[in-house]
């Protein structure tokens, strides 16, 4: 009977640390995959921001074209769209009401060239200096981009990544406190074998094998566990707004789900041996504390 109800504690022990490291691993899951969602979104915002570059009035429609032809070999480009000289006309028209010909007796319009920017040159250091390279070209009279917006919009992304970093230390620490003081629990309860096995001449080595085995398992478990409850809640997210799937993207998830299940692990492990360590060195006078 002692044996079986012992059996039954052990199991209990683990099925309560897995739930618990579950739940940690949730958390910290939660924050990575929103850190990474940031800062995908930053990326888009960052690309999203146009560039125009007003080409001199005898620059013609085919000059335009040859000149973003040259321009999508830098690998500061995502993108370039050539305006015509038509398609400006066209686009001033409609949103004036009027024709400007109509009063000027010719289309007053050049090409131009609006073209986005990769994310990492999208900062007011690299758009001055992009600026100044393509007011060097002969057919470039001007370079337009809303300079004020590209600071604020860096300034606000920098304090989002500083939020986001702050949290995610201070999540670890508390995923490490928690699962530490799970852990230890689980070993306390064990204190008296470890100093058994000791006293008969076992090894240090030998000793922690078994618990080092099933911190492996819990870890493991855990981690299933948790990637499961963070893949359901994308799954739902991603029903419920399909658009979101350009944020979080499938790499994203996968970074999310393998972290979880690495540090479900390591983590598990880790505050296994240190809490194995912990009684291997104690003398039994202290084992009644």
């Not at 006309?89 to 024709?99: C, N, S």
Request: with cysteine; net charge positive; hydrophobic share 45%.
């Amino acid at each position: 009977m002692p044996r079986k109800r012992k059996k039954i504690s052990l199991r209990w022990q683990a099925l309560t640390s897995t739930i618990s490291t579950t739940f940690v691993l949730i958390l910290m899951g939660l924050v990575i995959i929103c850190a990474l969602t940031a800062h995908r979104l930053g990326e888009s915002v960052r690309q999203s921001l146009a560039v125009t570059v007003m080409m001199t009035d005898d620059a013609s429609n085919e000059q335009a074209a040859k000149l973003k032809t040259q321009l999508e070999k830098r690998l500061w480009v995502k993108d370039i769209t050539v305006i015509t000289r038509e398609q400006a006309l066209k686009e001033q028209t409609e949103a004036m009401g009027q024709d400007p010909t109509e009063f000027l007796g010719q289309n007053p319009f050049t090409p131009s060239l609006e073209l986005h920017l990769q994310a990492d040159y999208a900062c007011t250091d690299s758009l001055l200096w992009i600026s100044k390279r393509l007011k060097n070209h002969k057919l470039v009279s001007d370079v337009i981009y809303q300079k004020d917006l590209v600071e604020s919009l860096n300034r606000n992304l920098h304090k989002i990544a500083y939020i986001l970093l702050g949290m995610a230390i201070l999540l670890g620490l508390v995923t490490l406190v928690l699962i530490n003081n799970t852990v230890r629990l689980s070993v306390y309860s064990r204190r008296f074998i470890i100093h058994t096995m000791r006293l008969v001449g076992a090894s240090w080595g030998f000793i922690r094998r078994p618990f080092m085995l099933r911190a492996m398992w819990i870890g493991l478990a855990a981690g299933i566990l948790a990637d499961a409850a963070l893949l359901g809640g994308v799954h739902a997210l991603l029903e419920y707004d399909p658009s979101m799937l350009e944020y979080v993207t499938v790499e994203n998830i996968c970074i999310t789900l393998l972290s979880v299940l690495v540090f479900g692990l390591l983590l598990t492990l880790l505050c296994t041996l240190i809490s194995v360590s912990h009684y291997l060195g104690m003398r039994e006078g202290e084992m009644y504390e």
